[in-house]
């Protein structure tokens, strides 16, 4: 092959946040950054989680060398247990990453043919690709960034990261790395988008510890602490701070169990010996001396936090007077069931510590000073924002493009789009099959507009089925019509409209008797319409309507 | 009756967001303030909208003299439609508040039996109370508190306000009656606890119209602006704007149509001649001529706004250089959908401006600093904090405690609790009939939580129906089982699944009459658990299982 091009295609995490996926090929190598889920929108009815759709990499599976991971989150390895089933390939990791997707893989009966940890600075030869690992700060602990060198030009990837100048674990986000890299000359970068709305610089996640003192200080009871499992700073500045005002500390909630367990194994969370104790045992302690760590920061029904809110909890009950700290903002679309959870614990007699701008809680992602700092550093020829909705990519492309990149070179793609690059020229120019898989349960992909669009319409007015036995030979009805509704209206206080329903059913079928119309299908569609209409009329309600018909 | 006792009853507002509603009780007779609606919560599926359940004044109807309005604004009239079906009492509001009360009333076919206009300033008698309408700002125009002497002593209810300095049509609040009601005593104050969790002021509306004027300015093509209908004042610096930068100002979508023209009929709107076009004449114009108010500051999927950036708009379609103005915060739950309908936007080339803290949307709610203002201008003995989720009450509470006074004179209550006042004393009694009444169609309370716990379980995993045809004589099955199923998986790539489900119907029901059970119930929920085991060990989904038996 003459000349092999060089070809970026975001899998996932354009113009959505979550299931993010980008694939970098060169001729016939191909290595895949990150493999994340999303969490369903509001109009997808049941399903539990999203990945991204990866037939283009099944239709390239003989050339996939590996799966490089940035960090740990779910929206960045989530995917794994579902797509290591169809393409086993070799993933590449930090401890930590690599760490809380053994967990996760477990959980779901599957395991990796090869997992290789890396450390930051660390520089591995993947065919044609040289991947570097970069130091970053995130709100998981071992984050990195990557620096991809092609044939072409180089790659870099930041991940999710923002710049923290004074992290929890004092490892600083390697600029050095960074500015090398642009001295030496980038060709494209891509950069996280999240947080491109905001102005100024994100707060260092210290900020967070200075807060958990001063409510450690007030705090006369108990303090429970909900917060993301997976960001172990936090959760160590909790503890630092629970050794300093002598409280044992007990952690709840089996996510943040999983955690913190593998982030004591691989040293990620320091802990000094008696401190952590059994959630069985805090009884035994007054309640000044207890700190509960726990999940549900999201009002998520099923959390520890919600639970206790609702005093549905087998373990703890909330008591007048416990400090409850929510250190999380709601993620979009959370923003009523956070709401709901904090009036619950009020209710109970808590103090509850949750105002965003207080200090509770930072985010991990960069505002625009960071997002400006890194386009200084890197320098790149070509840039491609990623992770976020579209809003969030157009603002981060504006922004390089008020820093005086050409808008040429600012490429804001969707999932799917095929963008190609050579020394001095980038073009979007084809598109690969690229979406949504939905799982629901045990069923990845069985679940799809269809199926959907009869959820919705379900839970909006219910259904009707109405069914009637037909007699074979006579060609009339043997039984029935009867009609069963659930969703519907109650039925009991509705007996007069059910009734009416059936006179209407009656009266269509005995018009198709009439009529001469014997076709299954027409019957169906007549009684449908019939009946579809005449509850319109009565109760502005288009509930779904199932004819059935039984033939004896 | 030797002492009669003066009642405060909410029945909506405490602990929500919406559907306010407050009564007021001395011996025989009541009086009511605002009587509004609220928009459904998520898990209200297909429902329309939600009332306060007025049991306790149904069965008081003949002591109900009046429903009170403060102002024009859907969660304090728009329960009016239904109420005023079951209780057509006189209603005192201010000439906004009433014309666009009369529009609602007209869309639902009712109308009052009495009302009365009233003026800010006025004072009004009825029954043993003297109720005196306050000017307020709020973002409706014509908005009024309102100071209520009874026997045992003044309440003071703020309804919905703020303290603009700067109001745009110059009417500022009426401190000096506050000030006035504060030195002759005031009994009891509810107040708006919206915006009771932000510090600071909040600013005046005509904030927005400065940052209109920069829009403005930067805009080349067509303005198109998006905000609340009922925001007259809005309406008003986007018209006076557009005045000065010589734009012709169409008005789109069914709710703003209504209420410009009751505002322009009512004198509070001043528009000159010839600057408003109808929306079929916009192509008339040049783009850099054209404004265009509309609904849809929500994302509501019905709405003008979203219709244009979905394409589905019948007359007006977004085009590359519009700019598009979304003047509005996001309300609680409608974060995502607006977020949807700004990507569609930007999909299509337009400008959008919607970033909050830019002026572009501010609050009619009091912040912090207003809050203390108004308790220290009104010096209340008793305090209830009204309209507001728990936690804006308990902040509100605090707020005044922290202010000085005492906690026992601070009453955060709960939909129906009975609030009893004499002249020194005040306290929670006991508790009547209140709660949510559920509007699906034309059915005003026929949904309830039996239906709805239905359309959750359809709208997770959707249904399984089987339908059995037994033979009366034989006591056997004479046709079916038949299975049909909605919203659980796509049927054409599960056939093996169904087939298999069939199956294990099959042997249930062959186990049922080898076992000897004939009881339809009995049938029934065997079928249920074996099917229902079978598919969540197939699945991990719980769809919902309707056995259906016909008799022939």
Aim: with cysteine; glycine share 8%; hydrophobic share 40%.
């Amino acid at each position: 092959m003459a000349n092999p091009k060089l070809q970026i295609i975001p899998l996932g995490g354009m113009g959505e946040i979550g299931k993010n996926m980008t694939v970098i090929r060169y001729g016939d190598d191909i290595i895949v950054v990150d493999c994340g889920l999303m969490f369903p929108e509001d109009d997808m009815l049941g399903i539990d989680l999203v990945i991204p759709d990866i037939s283009y990499l099944m239709d390239n599976k003989d050339i996939v060398r590996a799966i490089i991971l940035t960090h740990g989150h779910e929206d960045h390895i989530g995917a794994l247990p579902y797509v290591l089933k169809q393409l086993n390939v070799p993933i590449y990791g930090t401890r930590l990453t690599l760490g809380i997707l053994e967990g996760r893989l477990k959980e779901n009966n599957v395991s990796a043919n090869a997992k290789y940890p890396v450390n930051a600075g660390d520089q591995v030869t993947i065919g044609p690709f040289q991947v570097g690992f970069i130091r970053v700060s995130h709100s998981i602990a071992d984050s990195v960034a990557l620096s991809i060198k092609t044939p072409i030009g180089t790659i870099v990837h930041t991940g999710d990261f923002k710049f923290d100048q004074t992290p929890v674990d004092g490892k600083v986000t390697d600029f050095h790395r960074f500015a090398e890299l642009g001295d030496q000359g980038v060709l494209v970068l891509l950069a996280d988008s999240t947080n491109a709305e905001r102005p100024g610089y994100t707060p260092s996640e210290r900020l967070v510890g200075v807060t958990f003192e001063e409510a450690y200080r007030n705090a006369r009871e108990r303090i429970i602490i909900a917060t993301f499992s997976s960001n172990v700073h936090r959760i160590q500045q909790a503890i630092d701070t629970a050794c300093k005002y002598d409280r044992k500390v007990a952690i709840l909630g089996r996510s943040m169990v999983n955690v913190v367990n593998i982030a004591l194994e691989l040293g990620y969370l320091t802990v000094p010996e008696g401190v952590m104790i059994d959630i069985d045992e805090i009884n035994k302690y007054p309640a000044s001396r207890i700190v509960i760590m726990t999940t549900g920061s999201q009002g998520e029904p099923m959390s520890a936090l919600t639970r206790m809110a609702m005093s549905d909890h087998r373990k703890v009950d909330i008591m007048p007077g416990d400090t409850i700290i929510i250190s999380a903002s709601p993620i979009p679309g959370n923003e009523k069931m956070v709401s709901r959870t904090i009036d619950f614990l009020l209710r109970q007699g808590a103090e509850v510590i949750y105002e965003a701008g207080t200090g509770i809680h930072v985010s991990g992602h960069p505002s625009q000073e960071e997002l400006k700092l890194l386009q200084n550093l890197i320098r790149p020829k070509f840039f491609i924002p990623v992770h976020g909705e579209y809003r969030h990519l157009v603002k981060h492309a504006k922004l390089a493009q008020d820093m005086g990149m050409p808008r040429e070179n600012i490429f804001v793609a969707e999932n799917g789009q095929v963008l190609e690059f050579t020394a001095d020229k980038g073009a979007i120019m084809s598109k690969v099959t690229a979406g949504n898989i939905l799982v629901d349960g045990l069923g990845v992909g069985d679940v799809g507009n269809i199926v959907l669009r009869d959820r919705r319409q379900l839970s909006q007015d219910g259904i009707l089925i109405v069914v009637i036995t037909m007699d074979k030979q006579k060609g009339c009805v043997a039984a029935g019509p009867d009609i069963v509704s659930r969703g519907f209206v109650y039925v009991r206080e509705s007996e007069k409209l059910m009734d009416d329903a059936r006179d209407k059913v009656k009266q269509a079928l005995e018009k198709c008797e009439n009529g001469g119309i014997t076709e299954w299908a027409a019957i169906k569609s007549n009684v449908r319409d019939t009946l579809g209409k005449y509850l319109y009329e009565r109760t502005r309600r288009r509930p779904m309507i199932l004819p059935i018909i039984m033939e004896v």
